[in-house]
């Protein structure tokens, strides 16, 4: 009776198994959620990463939480993946790297996408700042293109 639980145990297992190897295998074959190009004029840091100068791709494979985009520089070359901290739904009709400055260094505070509908915000403290009247300069918009179009 033991020897047939623990087959019945093994069965269930390996049927669970299959199931969740077939999930991952059909979720890889998926177009990405988001996929497009950007280019910076100057060096920003983004997350934990410094991105130079330069010419750079952006692939979102889900819209689960957290959303991961990963970077990679026009080559192909993988450069980061950044994890969003937060979402906000108001993404004002454009899709862009949204940048202030602190400290002197260029900071990319959030990604706009409206293809998307949403705002993934990296470093709230920036995304949430009330701009001063001399600060205002200091907010950038970096154009996303989508290559899901």
């Given at each position: 009776?033991?020897?047939?639980?623990?087959?019945?145990?093994?069965?269930v297992?390996?049927?669970?198994?299959?199931?969740?190897?077939?999930?991952?295998?059909?979720?890889?074959?998926l177009?990405?959620?988001?996929?497009g190009?950007?280019?910076?004029?100057?060096?920003?840091?983004?997350?934990?990463?410094?991105?130079?100068?330069?010419?750079?791709?952006?692939?979102?494979?889900?819209?689960?939480?957290?959303?991961?985009?990963?970077?990679?520089?026009?080559?192909?070359?993988?450069?980061?993946?950044v994890?969003?901290?937060?979402?906000?739904?108001?993404?004002?009709?454009?899709?862009?790297?949204?940048?202030?400055?602190?400290?002197?260094?260029?900071?990319?505070?959030?990604l706009?996408?409206?293809?998307?509908?949403v705002?993934?915000?990296?470093?709230?403290?920036?995304?949430?700042?009330?701009?001063?009247?001399?600060?205002?300069?200091?907010?950038?918009?970096?154009?996303?293109?989508?290559?899901n179009?």
């Open positions: 009776m033991k020897a047939i639980k623990s087959q019945g145990k093994w069965l297992m390996v049927l669970l198994a299959n199931c969740l190897f077939a999930t991952g295998a059909r979720a890889q074959g177009d990405p959620a988001y996929a190009k950007f280019t910076l004029p100057y060096e920003v840091r983004w997350g934990k990463s410094v991105l130079p100068a330069g010419d750079y791709t952006i692939t979102i494979k889900s819209t689960g939480t957290p959303m991961i985009a990963m970077i990679r520089s026009a080559s192909g070359d993988a450069i980061t993946n994890v969003n901290g937060s979402v906000d739904t108001d993404a004002k009709g454009m899709n862009a790297l949204l940048i202030k400055e602190r400290g002197g260094q260029r900071i990319v505070h959030s706009a996408l409206n293809d998307l509908g705002v993934l915000i990296y470093d709230p403290s920036l995304a949430h700042e009330k701009p001063l009247v001399q600060e205002a300069r200091n907010v950038r918009a970096v154009p996303v293109i989508s290559a179009k």
